[in-house]
């Protein structure tokens, strides 16, 4: 199972990106997709996440202004961040949970983080 994760960039404070982070390989089922973030000096934090029912997710500090989505026909998760701040600034990485056969437990797998860097 392969993430590719693109999107991130430059942008200024009051701007906005959208995150993308296509899955692909041999998956029999997708369970979780979301969207974690690293800033320097700082712990891995979840940002936002969806389930497989379209069921969402939130940390308090993006609430209103990021929305995850899901297009479960091109295996791809999408972080639209609208008012971005400075503090959003970080490496984000998409996570997925995936099932690949019916008697294989439910693994989670990392993409590559991809940079968004809010300028003051």
Request: one cysteine or more.
């Amino acid at each position: 199972v392969q993430l590719q994760a693109s999107g991130g960039g430059l942008v200024q404070t009051g701007g906005s990106l959208r995150l993308s982070c296509a899955v692909s390989g041999n998956i029999f089922r997708f369970n979780h997709m979301g969207w974690y973030r690293q800033a320097p000096g700082k712990q891995r934090e979840s940002v936002a996440t969806i389930t497989s029912g379209g069921d969402t997710n939130y940390a308090d500090s993006v609430k209103g202004r990021f929305t995850i989505s899901r297009d479960n026909a091109k295996n791809t998760v999408y972080l639209q961040m609208s008012s971005l701040k400075p503090e959003d600034t970080a490496v984000y990485y998409c996570n997925v949970g995936v099932t690949v056969d019916p008697l294989t437990p439910r693994m989670d797998y990392w993409g590559k983080g991809t940079l968004v860097t809010v300028s003051s």
